[in-house]
């Protein structure tokens, strides 16, 4: 890295400790936990009331929990490519951001799994999962990939975390008690013998290899829960492979937006560069590009054919209810960041930082638009019902549910940041001192 | 007709048990003595005693049993043996009257505005007839809900039917998605139950009390053909639409007529919902020919609702 060859340990190490929460950071702290106190009750009165104060009804059994699930589920395999796929290819330049992605799977992946709790009917026979589960529904598929993603992607944390424990054991001053009792507890055992480096990235690499696999796989098992159903929009062979190109794009997306945060709010310009940015644009108009092309492959086949069953359904989309919407996703969340960041100039962090947010934003629609419609198109017309029933907006419950979800997830990640170093100190300064022994 | 026409061992067992608890004691019919008077009949019945002795009682003094027993969960889940249940409904004689939706609503207690049993106005095509269908849960031979549930809550048993054991759905919903035929529907709120119903063990053959926060559907009325009666949307059409049996008996009666239940699909070209999906549905239909009524008959009984929508068709 270029611009970091004049850094000396002592500045990189000072630089990248975690850092107290400025001014700014208490209000977003405190706006995200306002939040999470505002689902807590809705949450309290969906126990207390039932699921009947969702806007949710018989013909659309799904909302927006199960689109969120759903984006929560794509968001976190972002983990999986930018620790696994990147390391196992050699990509050097992706190190700063290791730690960035992993933290968005770890926590993406638990709100998934609360929020899937949520959805449930009756949360308190959860166990009953496991007491009485079946291996042939894809309920179940999903809750062991799940279980094992998150386990892997805990470890995929903590073992690149051992030495920056050190590190931070080392420098006891920049925090206070509690906190070096847990550094302590979590890495008192590391002593960075060459010993353990050894056994720690022999670790890190089989992890990596295994990790690949089991993202494949949560994500496919999650389009699985709509591909092994008959309706029109979901019955596609087409599923596992659209949904995991777009989990990919999502999740680089949101990388970009974290990237944008850590490089401008956290005073990071000398880790997180420009080189960083031109390189994640690229990769971005890539996976858009993959997106775009499952998009077509899952609309414009069957609107060519125009079966009887999916002809409301497609036509919906295109030009009816939902048309905006679906036009929103796909050229805010796809065609849009592929022209930009075809250009140099696209790829400066402000640009991509509002690429990245357009991903983002664009991606949870498309989710939306992926559950929704196709439930409010059932193969016999909807009959002997309330009017309520034949459309779906959610309840006041359900947004703060939902948006509670993610300024939860958004607190996991700021409490991360705020107790360990979001740039591995370790990896960055070995990474320096190979690049200056190569110089000379 | 009586689709069980002969006494099952159930009753069998339940009322000799019954005449045997109050005959405990005695060895000789002439020492009963009954806690209330009652008038002989003279109709004499031939019981076995608690001691194994074969006794001869008036028929008055079998106390008739208002409610079987409960049949346990796991013989719930089991089924009865040697059956094969299958509906079979005649789209000639529908005029979308609705009296199987209302007696089906109030014996199984569902939350007003939904329904186990629908009745959709059908126009296949623009030049088509129209028909009225009534349909409700098609107990799949391979059912697709059966497939998705997690924890084994919703079960194919042996004689054909599909059931829910709502003590044990965790709402997921993912039957209801994976449903081609809409025929699931979701206890969003819950509602007010008569404490009498509340207070009893739920049952996943008669689907009571219902639970909120799961699945419930269609059930074919297990607990009515137990009690020898047929279901309840069978009893309440004027019209016999729906006929109701055991196809391994080959009979399907809708109370007023019998059927045999291959001959009638053979005579009338018989045919099931959505072959193409591989569900291979228990209710058959009868297409809508040489109807009893013309379809505009059962237009008053649309809601307003239903009607501005059918419009859109």
């Known amino acids: 890295m270029k611009n970091s060859t004049q850094l000396t340990e002592e500045q990189i190490t000072k630089d990248l400790l975690p850092q107290k929460f400025g001014k700014f950071g208490m209000i977003w702290v405190g706006v995200l936990v306002t939040i999470c106190l505002v689902g807590l009750y809705a949450y309290y009165r969906q126990i207390r009331y039932g699921l009947g104060v969702t806007a949710m009804r018989d013909y659309v059994s799904w909302g927006i929990y199960i689109s969120n699930f759903v984006f929560f589920v794509a968001i976190s395999l972002v983990g999986s490519l930018i620790t696994a796929i990147f390391r196992l290819s050699n990509v050097k330049w992706s190190t700063p951001l290791t730690r960035i992605a992993e933290i968005i799977a770890v926590s993406a992946i638990v709100f998934a799994s609360i929020i899937i709790i949520v959805d449930m009917g009756r949360p308190e026979r959860f166990t009953n999962l496991f007491v009485y589960g079946r291996l042939q529904s894809p309920i179940m598929w999903d809750v062991i990939v799940i279980g094992t993603y998150f386990f892997i992607s805990i470890l995929l944390l903590y073992f690149p975390l051992l030495p920056d424990l050190q590190i931070l054991i080392k420098n006891k001053d920049n925090s206070g008690k509690r906190l070096n009792w847990l550094y302590r507890f979590q890495g008192s055992f590391w002593k960075g013998t060459p010993e353990q480096h050894k056994i720690c990235n022999k670790a890190i690499n089989t992890l990596s290899i295994l990790i690949i696999p089991v993202a494949f796989t949560i994500h496919t098992v999650t389009s699985w829960l709509f591909a092994t159903t008959y309706r029109p929009g979901w019955d596609s062979t087409n599923f596992g492979a659209y949904f995991i190109s777009g989990a990919f794009l999502v999740g680089s997306g949101g990388v970009i937006v974290a990237m944008y945060i850590f490089h401008k709010f956290y005073h990071l310009e000398k880790y997180i560069t420009e080189l960083h940015f031109d390189r994640m644009g690229r990769i971005v108009v890539m996976l858009s590009f993959l997106y775009l092309y499952f998009n077509v492959n899952e609309y414009l086949v069957p609107a060519f054919k125009m079966k009887k069953s999916e002809e409301l359904h497609l036509k919906e989309l295109f030009t009816g209810d939902f048309s905006t919407m679906f036009w929103f996703a796909i050229i805010v969340g796809m065609l849009i960041p592929i022209i930009t960041l075809l250009f140099k100039k696209g790829r400066k962090p402000l640009p991509m930082f509002i690429i990245g947010c357009m991903i983002v934003v664009g991606a949870w629609f498309k989710r939306y638009l992926i559950v929704t419609p196709t439930l409010l198109h059932p193969f016999l017309p909807m009959q002997d019902i309330p009017a309520n029933f034949r459309q779906y907006f959610p309840t006041w419950e359900e947004w703060a549910i939902t948006s509670a979800s993610l300024a939860g997830a958004l607190l996991v990640i700021t409490f991360f940041v705020r107790i360990y170093p979001i740039i591995p100190i370790y990896e960055t300064i070995t990474e320096q001192l190979e690049s200056e022994n190569h110089d000379a | ?313």
């Open chain 2, 1 to 313: 007709m009586k689709v069980n026409n002969k006494t099952s061992r159930r009753d069998f067992l339940a009322s000799s048990l019954l005449a045997g608890a109050a005959l405990a004691g005695c060895s000789k019919p002439h020492d009963f003595v009954p806690e209330q008077a009652v008038a002989l009949t003279g109709e004499k019945v031939k019981l076995l005693s608690v001691d194994g002795e074969v006794i001869e009682i008036d028929k008055a003094y079998l106390k008739p049993v208002p409610n079987m027993p409960t049949v346990t969960n796991e013989e719930e889940r089991r089924g009865i043996p040697g059956k094969k249940f299958v509906m079979v409904i005649d789209l000639s004689r529908c005029k979308n009257l609705k009296k199987c939706q209302s007696a089906c609503d109030k014996a199984h207690m569902i939350n007003p505005g939904q329904n186990w049993l629908k009745i959709y106005p059908m126009q296949d095509a623009e030049h088509t007839a129209p028909y009225w269908q009534p349909t409700n849960c098609m107990h799949c031979d391979e059912p697709p809900c059966v497939k998705v549930c997690p924890v084994d809550a919703t079960f194919k048993r042996q004689d054909g039917i599909v059931l829910i054991d709502n003590e044990r759905c965790i709402g997921c919903r993912f039957c209801m998605a994976a449903c081609p035929y809409s025929s699931r529907i979701f206890n969003w709120s819950g509602q007010d139950i008569p404490a009498d119903v509340a207070s009893k063990p739920y049952s996943c053959e008669t689907s009571l009390p219902p639970k909120m926060g799961t699945v419930s559907k269609c059930d074919f009325c297990p607990d009515m053909y137990r009690k020898g009666e047929l279901p309840h949307c069978v009893q309440a059409c004027p019209n016999g639409v729906f006929m109701y049996g055991d196809m391994n008996t080959d009979i399907v009666s809708n109370g007023a007529e019998t059927f045999r239940f291959s001959e009638l699909i053979k005579e009338k070209a018989g045919y099931r919902l959505m072959e193409d999906m591989g569900t291979k549905p228990s209710v058959y239909y009868l297409p809508p020919v040489n109807r009893n009524f013309p379809f505009e008959n059962g237009l008053e009984n649309q809601t307003a609702d239903d009607k501005q929508n059918d419009h859109k068709m």
